[in-house]
């Protein structure tokens, strides 16, 4: 019992220190089971943020793709209408010569075909080689070519482009497309072709009236002087001699006045007149010329000299006339008038022999005939009245065989 009473504490002991100890190992048991919850429970908590940023980043990903796609659809939208709406023709060429692009005012402008297709240049401005030619030179080199005036041959409409053609070039700077735009420069250059005409006549009048007054003042002494010799009291070299004098100082004297006539300014009595009307007393008052011409189409009110008009279509008719007087078909001309716009036109064809190549380009200068007895003033006077009237006449070949004058005047609209 003695034992036993001793080794009862110490066995209690023991057992308390036994206890004790499982309480720890249990206690550090349960810690460690919480940790690895907890930690199981972050791990779970992490992936799922990182997924959620993960979506989140796609999604933003996703709304700026659509933005920009929405962007670049907007802006080739707006380029695709700003080429479609551009007032100015617009043709892009590769570096191969290739077109990729027409767009409608360069149809318009050029009078091609609206499915114009995309194969050469050289091929799709057949119709213009002049504008092909520019836009070759450009692929050539590497220079620009800015506002050039081409210049389209054969009667073309339009007869001038204003050129530009400026390089595309890709990020190493090599060339890629040529962008040639272009505009009708048709009405400027007329007008500054006018307005030159126009100041070369005044200052021809200005130059030339005194001298011709000069002229005209001592042809008329001699003149007057040869009347005061009597042929017939004169020996017979001399006789000859004096009508020779006689008669030139009466040509030079018609030709210094029909100069004075042509050269000297004229005072313009404008008001609206009726063209048909000036073209058929013009018409009417040539002997020989009612029975030969006929009088066509639509005409218009203008704003003119009804005596000056008159004057020009005269001389006009009267050429085909003495035309066709040389020729051996039976003569036949015709005034056709016709309104396009804001202009009448009215051509005026014949079946004579037509234009001598030689005298095309000096047609309308003073003197320049090639009739025997001609003053070469008629188309002068011509021009200088058409001109005067903001108009154009131009010459070419009538389809009748003979030749073809046209004359071009603005409308006049009552306000
Ligand atoms: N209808 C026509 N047919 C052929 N040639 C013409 C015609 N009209 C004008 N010409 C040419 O133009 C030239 C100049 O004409 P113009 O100025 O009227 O002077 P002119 O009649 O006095 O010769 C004429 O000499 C002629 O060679
Ligand atoms: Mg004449």
Redesign the pocket.
């Known amino acids: 019992m003695q034992t036993l009473t001793t080794a009862g504490p110490a066995l209690l002991g023991l057992a308390l220190i036994i206890a004790m100890l499982l309480v720890v190992v249990v206690v550090m048991l349960v810690r460690a089971a919480s940790v690895r919850t907890r930690a199981r429970k972050g791990d779970g908590g992490d992936s799922a943020m990182l997924s959620m940023a993960l979506q989140e980043a796609v999604n933003k990903l996703k709304a700026q793709e659509r933005q920009m796609a929405a962007r670049a659809e907007a802006s080739e939208r707006l380029a695709g209408q700003i080429v479609e709406g551009l007032t100015s023709g617009m043709v892009v060429v590769d570096r191969d010569g290739a077109v990729q692009t027409v767009n409608p005012a360069a149809r318009r402008i050029l009078g091609l075909d609206a499915d114009v297709g995309t194969g050469l240049v050289s091929d799709v401005l057949r119709r213009v080689p002049a504008l092909a030619d520019v836009i070759g030179e450009a692929l050539r080199t590497t220079a620009p070519i800015v506002r050039r005036t081409v210049t389209l041959e054969g009667g073309a409409r339009p007869a001038h482009l204003g050129v530009t053609v400026s390089h595309i070039t890709g990020a190493h700077g090599e060339k890629q497309a040529v962008v040639c735009l272009f505009t009708d420069l048709t009405a400027v250059v007329e007008l500054e072709e006018r307005l030159r005409l126009k100041e070369a006549l005044a200052r021809l009048g200005e130059l030339t009236a005194g001298l011709a007054h000069e002229f005209r003042n001592g042809l008329a002494t001699i003149h007057g002087y040869g009347r005061l010799l009597d042929p017939d009291a004169l020996p017979e070299p001399a006789r000859t001699y004096v009508e020779g004098i006689r008669a030139e100082t009466t040509a030079l004297g018609e030709v210094v006045a029909n100069f004075l006539r042509f050269a000297r300014p004229e005072q313009f009595a404008m008001a609206p007149v009726d063209l048909r009307a000036i073209v058929t007393r013009a018409i009417a008052d040539l002997p020989g010329a009612t029975q030969v011409t006929t009088c066509e189409g639509e005409f218009a009110t203008v704003n003119g000299d009804d005596v000056l008009l008159r004057q020009a279509f005269s001389?006009?008719v009267?050429?085909?006339l003495?035309?066709c007087a040389g020729g051996t078909a039976v003569p036949a001309i015709v005034v056709r008038g016709a309104i396009e716009g804001s202009d009448v036109f009215v051509t005026v064809d014949?079946n004579?022999?037509?234009?001598?190549p030689a005298?095309l380009n000096r047609?309308?200068q003073p003197f320049?005939?090639?009739?025997a007895a001609?003053?070469?003033?008629?188309?002068?006077i011509?021009q200088k009245v058409i001109v005067s009237h903001n108009g154009v006449v131009v010459?070419g070949a009538s389809p009748a065989g003979?030749?073809r004058?046209q004359v071009r005047l603005p409308i006049h609209y009552a306000s």
């Open positions: 001389n006009l009267r050429n085909s003495e035309a014949d004579g022999p037509g234009l001598a005298a047609l309308f320049a005939t090639t009739k001609g003053t070469g003033l008629g188309l002068a011509v010459a003979g030749a004058f």
